[in-house]
Each structure stands twice: as C-alpha cells, then as structure tokens.
C-alpha cells in the first residue's frame, strides 16, 4: 500500500514539474502534495516545495459552507496571475535583526515615521517581566527583535512617548503589558485587528489570516516554539504592512470616523477592564447554593421524562439519543455538516418545531448550568471584583463583546445583584431608551411611531394598540407584551413558527398577527425589503457613520434586518463613552457596558451632578441621524440590578 502511494506521488511529482504553479484546493490536497496540515493556516501563502511553487487554496466546497470565507478565496485567486508567470520562486523580503540594541531604539526614535510593535510574553498576567522579547518594525520588510525589555526602558520610554502613529494587531495586549514595565504608549494608535475587522467583519480576524489577505508573507505561526526572535520579527513586520494597506483602505470607504472613534474608546475599555466591579462574595455563594437546589430539581424531572436514572443531561452523547433515538424528535445537524448535534440552536429550534417539556427542562438546565458556573463562582482575583475584556472586533454588526467574564450575558434581575458598588458609592445606569427601534423608525421614515416616542408613549402598548385597532386605554398586559415579542422576534429575524413557540399560539394565528403587525407599520415592512434586496443587489450595507457588513451568497434576512439598527446604535454609544471618558466628573468611573447602556461609579452625593452629565452627553443631537436625540433612562441604585 505504502509503495503504491508513493508511486502515485512520484508520478504527480514529475507531472507538476511542467507547470508553474501548482494550486492545491482543500487540506487533502495540500497534505497529499506537501505533506503539510491545516489549509487555513496556509491558504494564501505562496512557497516552495520540492522545486515546486505552491499555492494552496480553499475547497470551492468549504467555501459554498461558509461563504464568509469567500473573501479569502478570492484573495488567493488574484495571486495567481503574477505567481504563475514564471517558474522561478522568489522569498518575499525578511530582513531581521534578531538582536537588536538600544542604538536600534534610538535610530527607530529619530526616525520620527510611524512603526509597529509586538510583544511577546510569559504567557501569564501583564508584570513587571512578562515581555520576553519586542519586535519594532517601520519599514517593508524590516524588524528588529529586542530581548531584556526592562534592561532598555530608557530608550523604549523616550520612543513610545514620540508623536509618530504606534501600530500594533490587538494593540490593547501589548499596550497593558508594556505598561506593566513603566513604559506608557502615548497616542496616536493604529490597531490593525480593528482596521481589519471595520473592512471585513465576518472573516477571521487573527494576525496570521489577515496577513494572509494583505500580505506576501508565507505562513509562519508555527514557529513559536522553535524560533521566537523570528516569529517575533515577523509579527512586527506584518503589522506594519497590514498597516500600509489597510490605512489608504479606510480612507477609501469613508470609515475614518468609527475608525477614530474605536481607536478613541481603547483606553475607555481598557480603563473599565482595569477598574473592574466589585463582586458581593457572600450573596454570590448563598444564590449560587440556590441555583444549585433548582438544577438538582430539573435534574430530577429530567431524569424521570427519560426513565434512565443514570441520564446525565451535560453529556451530548446521552442527550442525542434521548431526543432522536427514544423520542423520536427531527434530528437537528450543525451547520454546513452532517453531523447530528444537541447544541443550544438545535434544542431552540426543536422547541419551535414541537414544544416539549424534556427540550424546555434541557434548555433551562444549560441556562442555569452555565449561570451557576460563570457568574456564581467565587472570583478569583484578589480584588473580589470581575475584570471583563470588551471587544470592539468580537461582532459582526460592531457590538462590543465582553470575556473573562462575559457581562454582557448576565441575565437581568437576581443575577445582577452580586454586583455592587463600594462602601459609600452608588451605581448611575444609563440606557439609551428603546435606540434600535427609533433607528428603525428613522430609517424606515414610519413617522407615526417617531410621534409616538416625541410624546414619550410606551412604544410596546402603541404598537399593540395600532395592530390590535384598540384604543391605548383598553391595551392589556398581554396585548404589551405580544407586541414586545412581536417587534424583537421579527427584528431577528423570526418566522411564523418560531413566533407561534414564543407566543402560545398556532402558527396560523402567529402569521395572521404578523400581518397585523406590518400593516400597523407598512414602512418598516417596505424599508427590510428594500434592505434584502440592496444587500443582495451590492453585497454590503453600510450604516449612516460608514460601518458596513458585508452579505456573502444569499443575504440573510435576520443579519439584514439586525446590523442597522444594531451598528448605528454601537457607534452611537461608543462616541459617548469616549465623551464620558473626557467629561464625567473626576470622582466618577465608567464600570461596564453592556448593549446600549453603561454603568458609572460614584460616590452618592455626586449622583446628581453625575446623572445630569451623563444626560448632557448622551443625549446630544446625533449628527448623522438628522441631529436626533436618543433620550437616556438613569436609574441610580446600591446593586447594578436595582438600577438596571
């Protein structure tokens, strides 16, 4: 067999011998003809191999999978042309220096010419000797690698405080670790991860693919372990010509706004991270005990509906036989595959097709399960206080995210009440009121529902009163919230079944209260057409401040209609949280964002010159919208669930 194989590559070998360029298209290909694994790692990346000139590339049928991916291939396809004009392999410029010294820095700060920087580290927190080496780069092709960080802090000191553009990929890491050794990294930045992510949001958005779009390096990031001088050198010199590309780019979309302004809010992020907030140990431990007892119960049910006492609803294995083997439910597959799953969307979408209370208790029970081991677990900081990272790159539409922990996902209400301010302070939530759906009614130009805002009426009880043809008196609370459900359903883009699993009834009945809801609002029905069809028609849409989203293959309708609305309000709240950064009072601090709201900490007799500013602030006319102000709701409260 083994001999067999290797004839069948001798004989490939010496067929490939007459072409210039060989393309490999998918990983089996790749590893068949270089023996090398991983086609996302080296998708783009042009080398030799056996006297060979390579280029692997992407499956057409990965890419039809995740047309997302359609970016890289097409990347990939342009090199052809020029790669495949003659036989010869010519390495792309790599000229390191691998042990540079401080007349290097010096010459790098005399240069006075924007340069990027990379640091490597221990793995572990920022420290005062986390660095391990820094990689300096401001020319194509050209890095120097610097070991003994703490060893230069003079010159590096005297070269990060010069005003030339910093350029950094996740510039906020090196920044928190180099500010860790006393060596503050003075504005203007350029992250290239942002840039990227502002330019291709839905696309991979580590160093090593992005070069892989932007660059002509050959993949390097398995060196690590084996050279780290190099990697390091090569991470720099990435960066910097990421940056050569992506700068002019920015420019050409009319991003440089967001683009200003995300750079603006990294040291309000990073300033948040730092602060953290604080965590009331003992109410945590005594609600995490309480949530146990409530899994142990749905446990107890669960383990009865499936008449095994041995069920074990954490493993998928068990979980899959139950649904599809003894309870004969639709087997649900991951996306773009055919293998069958009982992830979280597969339960939801089971639910929908065919309520049933073994879904209900599995879906509750992995809420709770994974309530109980996130939020409800001791911390184990010596402060006692969450210090969440916030993303400006982790959504598509330009949400932030949040991680370690994520905030973000704390549910409202008992969940939110471990969090607390210290002793004498008090907790200012600030929440843009109802900002998506006044974005939509903008946009849509439903100026019916923009007067019902301007009297300051409960949208959910006018929309209901304008579907139902009932005056707003004789709407009741199950009107309201058929109406609430109604208007974020169809914002994310819910169909008639879905919406018949949320509100109780048939699906027949779900779409005839569709049809009343879009009758009620015929604008907004006619403006998420006109959407699907321009982000088919163009591939992307862009939202007033020139963020877009582009759509890949078919457009999908919850992704249109969401990343309007959703986007425009992200930057909107960003462009505040950088106002508040410079205009709150200096006994105040910014604790955590989550969607469209942020949490300030203050002393609680500055609660109302702190309430009265963040109103001052956020609800300034908003230029790109027809100077309109989104009103904020301010609750001040002892927990950020009594102000939320």
């Not at 597959?333 to 879904?359: C, F, I, M, N, Q």
């Not at 677990?377 to 402060?383: K, R, S, V, Y």
């Not at 942020?598 to 602030?617: F, G, H, N």
Request: proline share 5%; glycine share 6%.
């Amino acid at each position: 067999m083994e001999a067999r194989f290797c004839m069948k590559q001798h004989k490939l070998q010496e067929f490939m011998k007459q072409f210039n360029l060989i393309i490999p298209m998918g990983n089996v290909a790749m590893r068949f003809i270089t023996g090398k694994h991983g086609i996302m790692k080296w998708r783009g990346s042009i080398f030799a191999y056996n006297e060979q000139k390579i280029l692997p590339t992407l499956h057409p049928a990965a890419v039809m999978r995740t047309q997302e991916l359609i970016p890289a291939s097409v990347s990939d396809f342009r090199r052809i042309p020029s790669a495949s004009s003659t036989r010869e392999f010519v390495a792309t410029k790599q000229e390191y220096k691998t042990d540079g010294d401080n007349g290097d820095i010096l010459a790098y700060s005399h240069a006075l010419k924007p340069f990027s920087f990379d640091v490597e580290t221990d793995g572990g927190e920022p420290h005062e000797n986390s660095i391990t080496v820094l990689g300096l780069s401001n020319e194509f092709g050209v890095a120097t690698v610097f070991s003994d960080v703490r060893g230069r802090w003079g010159p590096l000191v005297g070269l990060f405080a010069r005003n030339v553009l910093k350029i950094g990929q996740n510039i906020t890491f090196d920044i928190s670790h180099l500010k860790a050794h006393n060596i503050p990294v003075t504005k203007p930045w350029f992250d290239t991860m942002i840039a990227h992510h502002l330019v291709l949001s839905d696309v991979p958005n580590d160093l090593g693919f992005i070069s892989s779009l932007y660059t002509d390096i050959p993949y390097w990031k398995h060196m690590s372990d084996t050279n780290l001088k190099w990697y390091n050198a090569t991470d720099a010199d990435a960066t910097f010509r990421i940056y050569e590309v992506l700068a002019p780019e920015i420019e050409r979309l009319g991003m440089q706004r967001i683009f200003k302004t995300s750079m603006d809010v990294i040291p309000v992020l990073a300033s948040m991270r730092d602060v953290g907030v604080r965590v009331d140990v003992k109410k945590q431990t005594m609600w995490k005990i309480a949530l146990e007892r409530v899994i142990e119960r749905l446990e107890h049910e669960l383990v009865n509906l499936s008449g095994d006492p041995l069920f074990n609803w954490r493993s998928h294995q068990q979980v899959k036989q139950l649904l599809y083997d003894k309870m004969g439910f639709p087997r649900q597959y991951k996306r773009g595959t055919h293998k069958v799953t009982s992830e979280e969307d597969a339960l939801e979408k089971l639910y929908e097709l065919a309520p049933s209370r073994a879904v209900k208790l599995l879906l509750s029970l992995r809420k709770l399960g994974k309530l109980s081991g996130t939020y409800f677990t001791p911390l184990q900081t010596a402060d006692r206080r969450a210090h969440s990272d916030y993303l400006v790159h982790g959504a598509a539409t330009g949400r932030l995210s949040s991680r370690d922990p994520n905030l973000q996902n704390v549910p409202k209400g008992r969940s939110r009440d471990i969090y607390v301010p210290e002793e004498g302070n008090v907790f200012i939530n600030a929440d843009y009121n109802q900002i998506e759906m006044r974005i939509q009614a903008i946009m849509a130009g439903e100026r019916a529902q923009l007067e019902a805002f301007a009297r300051g009426e409960d949208i959910h009880t006018w929309n209901a009163a304008t579907m139902y043809q009932k005056p707003v008196s004789e709407i009741t609370k199950k009107d309201r919230k058929e109406s609430k459900d109604m208007t974020y359903g169809l914002n994310y883009g819910k169909g008639a079944r879905s919406l018949a699993a949320d509100l109780g009834t048939s699906v027949a009945e779900a779409r005839t209260r569709i049809d009343l809801y879009f009758s009620a609002l015929p604008l907004v029905k006619a403006w998420r057409q006109d959407l699907v069809q321009k982000a088919s028609q163009n591939g992307y849409l862009a939202n007033p401040f020139g963020r877009r989203r582009y759509f890949f293959g078919q457009a999908e309708a919850p992704k249109v209609y969401n990343f309007l609305p959703q986007s425009t309000a992200l930057d909107i709240l960003l462009e505040a949280l950088v106002a508040l950064g410079d205009e709150l009072p200096k006994t105040a601090r910014q604790v955590l964002t989550v969607h469209d709201q942020v949490l300030i900490e203050c002393p609680r007799e500055d609660a109302k010159q702190v309430s009265e500013c963040l109103k001052d602030v956020m609800e300034r006319p908003i230029d790109v919208l027809n100077n309109y102000v989104v009103p904020i709701d301010v609750k001040v409260g002892k927990t950020w669930g009594e102000c939320d």
